[in-house]
């Protein structure tokens, strides 16, 4: 007899590892580079399968597993980074994991202490909570890889941001999961040793709730895109040198970056833009402490008639040096065509990449000896600034800035009329990773209903418009987006009026983390009511 449990117990559990490793393979195909979004609203199925089947500590184990499945497919084997150790990706998955794994044991301790149906409900208010927390988590914040990010080509569903934040997609993507789990419990008890049957009226209720929900929201979307374009143009036109990492920061290749840089600009200028961008660290030095290339820059506007945004920063990233010898800020600059004209506008990155422009809390962890590589420490700006040109306001995220709602709103709570994200992503090659950065970025452009324009040294660089739909790319000869070396202009068109999530910030997230909080304390008393009656209804 202990034979025959032992082997239907391994059964069990290698057919719930089995679901959790589909269902994190599922969800990350759902992303780029793979980019089958379709997937993610099935993805969390076969998870939920396998944690109605499991005690709160599997279940805390078999989400850990799935988060380690999804972020490996996610981070790992997607990004070029060599210089990155398994240890690092290892220290990145002990950090990540955590989180899903306690949205599993929530999501287990509802399923049997209060009802399958309690789990299901709360499973998308938990989900949430956890990708708020994981955004927001001191210098570890990092709002990549949300559920609602693998949307970012379905502009009809993602209108919806504007109010929510791309949490809220992430919460409608796990509760049409929740209702099509709800759906599978309807079939026979012993084809899935479920050990629970929901009633089927309250689930096919619920499902058609969600179902007509569903279509509203896609109805809402293809609405808000049929909307005719308003507001003032603005021509700008985006300088995508392709540069690559290893001799951009070689001074022997200086003079030709900015022969590249400087032709394309020339080429961009017959379009008579108002603006031309080029993108993060253009320069091959920092004009502040270079002259000659501050004046060889002042040339360049005049010459193109035309304001020169674009970013400069004093050191290489990832350079080892002596981080106590200097301090650097990581700017972006606005240059006047005219000598005489308005003064040079300056930016200062505020939000630095911790382990790329600086070592957190260098003082107290011994990074050197978990091998983390040492970096030139990088000062951050002290408050986001807008670039002005006469009445036209716009603010420049730098880099990984945009991927956070909260700073892009911040630009645009100041006056921001549309963004203009510069950054370099040489350091990821030819890796899915630009494409992630661009799912995010779309993002910023529903939540605030503005224009986003990209300017990257080897791409993706582009517009978005307020609907999020990415309406040009530069493109190479062959159609390739990553390496092409081109120009790209444009227009966009100037914003107004402030979206509840401009105004709001994150405050459906931050429901979805009171509600959770709230049901999970609710667990034991009301757990203790049903065993109560429970009770009562068998001595009856």
């Given at each position: 007899?202990?034979?025959?449990?032992?082997?239907?117990?391994?059964?069990?559990?290698?057919?719930n590892?089995?679901?959790?490793?589909?269902?994190?393979?599922l969800?990350?195909?759902?992303f780029?580079?793979?980019?089958?979004?379709?997937l993610?609203?099935?993805?969390?199925?076969?998870?939920?399968?396998?944690?109605?089947?499991?005690?709160?500590?599997?279940?805390?184990?078999?989400?850990?597993?799935?988060g380690?499945?999804?972020?490996t497919?996610y981070?790992?084997?997607?990004?070029?980074?060599?210089?990155?150790?398994?240890?690092?990706?290892?220290?990145?998955g002990?950090?990540l994991?955590?989180?899903?794994?306690?949205?599993?044991?929530?999501?287990?301790?509802?399923?049997?202490?209060?009802?399958?149906?309690?789990?299901?409900?709360?499973?998308?208010?938990?989900?949430?909570?956890?990708e708020?927390?994981?955004?927001?988590?001191?210098?570890?914040?990092?709002?990549?890889?949300?559920?609602?990010?693998?949307q970012?080509?379905n502009?009809?569903?993602?209108?919806?941001?504007e109010?929510?934040?791309?949490?809220?997609?992430?919460?409608?993507i796990?509760c049409?999961?929740?209702?099509?789990?709800?759906?599978?419990?309807?079939?026979?008890?012993?084809?899935f040793?479920?050990?629970?049957?929901?009633?089927?009226?309250?689930?096919?209720?619920?499902?058609?709730?969600?179902?007509?929900?569903?279509?509203?929201?896609?109805?809402?979307?293809?609405?808000?895109?049929?909307?005719?374009?308003?507001?003032?143009?603005?021509?700008?036109?985006?300088?995508?040198?392709?540069?690559?990492q290893?001799?951009?920061?070689?001074?022997?290749?200086?003079?030709?970056?900015?022969?590249?840089?400087?032709?394309?600009?020339?080429?961009?200028?017959?379009?008579?833009?108002?603006?031309?961008?080029?993108?993060?660290?253009?320069?091959?030095?920092?004009?502040?402490?270079?002259?000659?290339?501050?004046?060889?820059?002042?040339?360049?506007?005049?010459?193109?008639?035309?304001?020169?945004?674009f970013g400069?920063?004093?050191?290489?990233?990832?350079?080892?040096?002596d981080?106590?010898?200097?301090?650097?800020?990581n700017?972006?600059y606005?240059?006047?065509?005219?000598?005489?004209?308005?003064?040079?506008?300056?930016?200062?990155?505020?939000?630095?990449?911790?382990f790329g422009?600086?070592?957190?809390?260098?003082?107290?962890?011994?990074?050197?000896?978990?091998?983390?590589?040492?970096?030139?420490?990088?000062?951050?700006?002290?408050?986001?600034?807008?670039?002005?040109?006469?009445?036209v306001?716009?603010?420049?995220?730098?880099?990984?800035?945009?991927?956070?709602?909260?700073?892009?709103?911040?630009?645009?709570?100041?006056?921001?009329?549309?963004?203009?994200?510069?950054?370099?992503?040489?350091?990821?090659?030819?890796?899915?990773?630009?494409?992630?950065?661009?799912?995010m970025?779309?993002?910023?452009?529903?939540?605030?209903?503005?224009?986003?324009?990209?300017?990257?040294?080897?791409?993706?660089?582009?517009?978005?418009?307020?609907?999020?739909?990415?309406?040009?790319?530069?493109?190479?000869?062959?159609?390739?987006?990553?390496g092409?070396?081109?120009?790209?202009?444009?227009?966009?068109?100037?914003?107004?009026?402030?979206?509840?999530?401009?105004?709001?910030?994150?405050?459906?997230?931050?429901?979805?983390?009171?509600?959770?909080?709230?049901?999970?304390?609710?667990?034991?008393?009301?757990?203790?009511?049903?065993?109560?009656?429970?009770?009562?209804?068998?001595?009856?």
């Amino acid at each position: 007899m202990a034979i025959g449990c032992d082997s239907e117990s391994l059964k069990r559990a290698g057919l719930n590892i089995g679901l959790t490793v589909v269902s994190g393979a599922l969800l990350s195909a759902a992303f780029p580079s793979h980019d089958l979004p379709l997937l993610a609203w099935v993805a969390f199925v076969p998870l939920f399968f396998a944690l109605a089947r499991s005690r709160p500590m599997a279940a805390f184990i078999l989400s850990f597993a799935w988060g380690f499945v999804f972020y490996t497919d996610y981070f790992f084997f997607m990004f070029d980074l060599p210089r990155y150790s398994f240890l690092h990706h290892a220290l990145l998955g002990v950090y990540l994991c955590p989180l899903t794994g306690l949205f599993g044991c929530f999501f287990c301790v509802l399923w049997r202490r209060v009802s399958p149906a309690a789990a299901l409900l709360a499973a998308p208010f938990a989900w949430v909570s956890q990708e708020y927390i994981r955004c927001n988590f001191f210098f570890l914040a990092l709002p990549w890889a949300l559920v609602g990010h693998s949307q970012y080509q379905n502009p009809a569903i993602i209108q919806m941001a504007e109010f929510t934040g791309a949490y809220g997609v992430s919460f409608w993507i796990v509760c049409v999961n929740a209702a099509l789990t709800a759906l599978v419990f309807l079939l026979p008890k012993s084809r899935f040793d479920s050990g629970v049957m929901l009633r089927s009226r309250s689930v096919w209720a619920w499902t058609a709730a969600v179902a007509l929900v569903t279509v509203g929201l896609a109805a809402y979307g293809r609405a808000q895109l049929a909307q005719e374009p308003s507001g003032r143009e603005f021509k700008l036109s985006v300088i995508q040198p392709s540069i690559e990492q290893e001799k951009k920061w070689d001074q022997t290749n200086a003079a030709a970056v900015m022969a590249v840089i400087s032709d394309l600009t020339h080429q961009a200028a017959q379009d008579k833009p108002a603006l031309i961008v080029w993108p993060e660290t253009a320069t091959p030095k920092s004009i502040t402490t270079d002259r000659q290339l501050y004046e060889q820059v002042r040339d360049i506007a005049a010459a193109a008639d035309s304001y020169l945004l674009f970013g400069s920063a004093q050191l290489a990233k990832f350079k080892v040096g002596d981080a106590q010898s200097a301090r650097f800020k990581n700017s972006a600059y606005l240059v006047p065509p005219a000598r005489n004209g308005p003064k040079v506008q300056q930016y200062e990155k505020v939000r630095l990449v911790p382990f790329g422009e600086y070592l957190p809390h260098a003082d107290i962890i011994p990074w050197k000896r978990l091998y983390v590589p040492e970096v030139q420490g990088y000062m951050p700006g002290d408050r986001f600034v807008l670039f002005k040109m006469g009445s036209v306001a716009f603010g420049a995220p730098i880099c990984w800035e945009n991927i956070f709602s909260e700073d892009a709103r911040q630009f645009v709570q100041e006056g921001a009329q549309f963004l203009i994200n510069i950054t370099n992503e040489a350091w990821f090659g030819h890796s899915a990773a630009p494409y992630q950065f661009l799912s995010m970025n779309v993002f910023r452009a529903v939540e605030n209903r503005v224009y986003v324009v990209r300017c990257a040294n080897t791409g993706i660089s582009c517009f978005i418009d307020r609907q999020g739909r990415v309406v040009s790319r530069v493109r190479g000869a062959d159609g390739s987006e990553i390496g092409a070396r081109g120009f790209l202009t444009g227009a966009v068109r100037l914003g107004g009026e402030k979206t509840f999530f401009t105004r709001h910030g994150d405050l459906f997230a931050k429901a979805c983390l009171v509600i959770a909080a709230l049901v999970l304390v609710a667990a034991i008393p009301i757990e203790l009511i049903l065993k109560r009656y429970q009770r009562k209804d068998s001595q009856a």
